[in-house]
């Protein structure tokens, strides 16, 4: 009797624990993106080092498949000094999605930004 809630709860618990690590790898690699993106001079130069950060460093995150993220960088429409990078991934493959449909799934597409300053401290 008590083994479907149990199962319930260790299913929610590997698919949503899955999720979160997943949400945080892509949120980091956000951040250390837009870092990395000072050193440009242009804002084509920051994207590019952007990109190449991500694309260097997404293997680092055992839950994260490179060839599944998406880049994109632009400066803020709220100040003209601030840079935003904006890394997205699609989770849809991945094993969280697989398992039984009786834990809610979470969204599979995950998309975080980050936003830096530049020059003129």
């Known amino acids: 009797m008590l083994l479907p809630v149990f ?3 260790v299913f929610s618990i590997v698919v949503f624990g899955s ?3 997943m949400v945080h790898g892509v949120q980091q690699l956000a ?7 000072v050193a440009g001079l242009n804002d084509a130069e920051r ?3 952007a ?3 991500v694309g260097a460093n997404a293997a680092a995150y055992p839950l994260i498949s490179a060839d599944r993220l998406t880049v994109s960088t ?9 840079f935003v990078v904006t890394v997205a991934y699609d989770a849809s493959r991945s094993f969280i ?8 799934r ?16």
Do not use: D, K, M, Q
Request: aromatic share 12%.
């Open 31 to 37: 951040a250390e993106a837009a870092r990395t993106s």
């Open 51 to 53: 990109r190449a950060y």
């Open 19 to 21: 999720y979160l690590a």
């Open 106 to 121: 979470p969204p599979s597409h995950i998309a975080r930004s980050a936003a830096i300053r530049f020059g003129g401290f």
């Open 74 to 82: 632009a400066r803020s429409g709220s100040g003209a000094n601030v």
């Open 7 to 9: 199962l319930a709860i």
């Open 97 to 104: 999605y697989a398992l039984p449909t009786f834990v809610p």
């Open 47 to 49: 994207g590019n080092l």
